[in-house]
């Protein structure tokens, strides 16, 4: 029963190219979430997705951030216009649903985007 | 704004020493405070608390919670080389989690 995968688990940009992170949840996980970790920092929400609906998206940034979990496929993570404050470790996590059990929240393994 | 702190930042001990790691949170909508390790993989689940008072025990590590104050504590007894993590608390919200920034705790031989 695999866990949650992320790939890449790097990827390297230059600045102003586009990023995508993909995350295939645990099977039978129908929610998605995505945090970031900046150096020296904790793990900050960014996104909180059920199949082909963004349920609460207010740990993102306003601008060239975006994401998405289509019906079928992966739930990817976009950044446009990378800067190199973007940097940072991106992880995925899953869920069967959402409710006081959070234990049940699965991590994928990271990603590390690096802006050069 | 919903935060949680942790300390101290990092931490340095020897092999055999009890450490105790802190967690002090101010959430809205609290539901249970969480506590992970990561080392250079994913976090991993480490204890869920929802109940004031009510210690919780994994082999050598254990947590209690304390509402009232808002604060919980992670000890961990005997330390092993293995136990060099970073430990990782969050305040679970209704829809949401808040992470602190973490206490990178390296254990010495």
Known sequence: NAGVMQNPRHLVRRRGQEARLRCSPMKGHSHVYWYRQLPEEGLKFMVYLQKENIIDESGMPKERFSAEFPKEGPSILRIQQVVRGDSAAYFCASSPSWGSRGYTIYFGEGSWLTVV | ?109
């Open chain 2, 1 to 109: 704004e919903d935060k949680v702190v942790q300390s101290p930042l990092s931490l340095v001990v020897h092999e055999g020493d009890t450490v105790t790691l802190n967690c002090s949170y101010e959430v809205t909508n609290f539901r249970s405070l969480l506590w992970y390790k990561q080392e250079k993989k994913a976090p991993t689940f480490l204890f869920m608390l929802t109940s004031s008072g009510i210690e919780k025990k994994s082999g050598r590590l254990s947590s209690i919670l304390d509402k009232k104050e808002l604060f919980s504590i992670l000890n961990i007894t005997a330390t092993q080389t293995g136990d060099s993590a970073i430990y990782l608390c969050a305040g679970e919200l209704n829809n949401d989690m808040r992470f602190g920034a973490g206490t990178r705790l390296t254990v010495k031989p």
